[in-house]
């Protein structure tokens, strides 16, 4: 089973209602479908700050703690009968993109090997955060390394509104200043939102200068093509028009902000692959 239960809860962005927030309990709906179906196996995603909530911030990192909130999450996938482990997981490695998020597996009890022989482990990430990885590839490229032609149709449709423009000024003036919301073509990606591309808060981050150097005048919105790219989709997945899907393309922005990374989860099922094959 692979699937997640909502983030906002626990997001950094929000308000943190934890369990006082009514999507905070839907993961009682894993746990229903866990004893349900019991399927062999799960991967389950959700947001860094899901760690933490519930103790000291940072805690866990230094000792290898959970927050109250996790731990009583972790507990009850645990007590529908699987063993049940997690890793923060930087989608860096994978894409041109910083995306922490943490990662839950799960493996049905009756079939974890005594012996640990064939137990699941989080060596095979521990080896690519070193570079001694032979089994899982990772990806060095960069936000230039997947953006499109600075004369394609895409990118002249992502350019901003002077009003667009004018609101995202104010906007980030009065926080971390102008500069600090440009996406640098030369480095990894800021992590993308389900709220990217709105013009109310200051997480739109945009493209300043094109991929062969081209200084823009207004900057402009990544494509949904590059949206794709940054999350690892392959290209054939479709991406829509601005210009044509008109308002079909808000819910493909918010769709890619909340979608998982391919890549990643291609790697965490070839390791569980191992574990459940004989």
Not at 93 to 116: A, F, S, T
Not at 168 to 173: E, G, N, Q, R
Not at 183 to 201: E, F, M
Request: charged share 25%.
């Amino acid at each position: 089973m692979t699937g997640g239960f909502p983030c906002q809860p626990f997001s950094s962005r929000g308000s943190q209602g934890g369990f006082n927030d009514e999507r905070g309990q839907l993961y009682r709906e894993i746990v229903r479908v866990l004893k349900g179906s019991t399927p062999k196996s799960f991967i389950l995603e959700n947001v860094v700050g899901l760690i933490s909530m519930g103790e000291e911030v940072g805690r866990q990192k230094e000792k290898g703690e959970v927050g109250s909130v996790f731990a009583t999450i972790l507990k009850a996938f645990e007590e529908c009968g699987y063993n049940v482990s997690w890793k923060l997981v930087n989608s860096r490695h994978y894409v041109p993109q910083n995306r922490e998020r943490v990662y839950i597996v799960g493996i049905r009890n009756d079939l974890v090997d005594k012996d640990d022989t064939k137990k699941w482990n989080w060596d095979w990430y521990d080896k690519i955060l070193d570079g001694s990885s032979t089994e899982h590839e990772t990806d060095p490229t960069v936000v230039r390394d997947i953006m499109e032609p600075p004369d394609s149709p895409s990118v002249k449709e992502a350019v901003m509104t002077s009003q667009q423009w004018s609101k995202l000024k104010d906007i980030h003036s009065k926080r971390n200043g102008i500069g600090y919301a440009y996406i640098n073509p030369n480095q990894k990606a800021p992590t993308l939102i389900s709220s990217y591309k709105r013009t109310g808060n200051h997480t739109s981050k945009f493209i300043g200068t094109e991929r062969d150097g081209t200084k823009n005048d207004i900057p402009r919105f990544l494509t949904p093509r590059e949206c794709l790219r940054i999350m690892g989709f392959r290209e054939d997945f479709y991406a829509p028009s601005i210009s044509k899907d008109g308002d079909a393309t808000a819910h493909f922005y918010a769709g890619a902000g909340n979608a998982v990374v391919p890549p990643v989860i291609s790697s965490i099922g070839k390791e569980l692959v191992k574990c459940l094959l004989p």
